[in-house]
Nanobody
Framework: QVQLVESGGGLVQAGGSLRLSCVAS????????MGWFRQAPGKEREFVAL????????QYRDSVKGRFTISRDNAKNNVYLQMNSLKPEDTAVYYC???????????????WGQGTQVTVSS
């Protein structure tokens, strides 16, 4: 079992930045591929970014490429999502999740955090 806890969300103006953190407890993080997902009000949860175990390869949804950066510190059991040039359409609850395979589908992730709210004002 892995327990995931996100933090770092908040209210920011358009064009601003936030850094989300996800800390894992239980089984160590280096075993898993880690992903960030988000869910806006009235919408389905969507893939944002993922990073493989070593941190050497990442994948992003098109709308965040060049603005968001996912990273991990396996020694600290942490995964991060640096979000720059934020837009109102980035407003959502952001979740980190752990998977055993590389996938953008939430069905492939079996451990989830509780989420952290990100609100971007125009």
């Amino acid at each position: 079992q892995v327990q995931l806890v996100e933090s770092g969300g908040g209210l920011v103006q358009a064009g601003g930045s936030l850094r989300l953190s996800c800390v894992a407890s239980g089984r160590t993080l280096p075993t898993y591929i880690m992903g960030w997902f988000r869910q806006a009000p009235g919408k389905e949860r969507e893939f944002v970014a993922l990073i493989i175990e070593s941190g050497s390869w990442t994948q992003y949804r098109d709308s965040v490429k060049g603005r968001f950066t996912i990273s991990r510190d396996n020694a600290k059991n942490n995964v991060y999502l640096q979000m720059n040039s934020l837009k109102p359409e980035d407003t959502a609850v952001y979740y980190c999740a752990a998977s055993g395979i590389v996938s953008t589908s939430e069905d492939r992730y079996y451990f989830w955090g509780q989420g952290t709210q990100v609100t971007v004002s125009s």
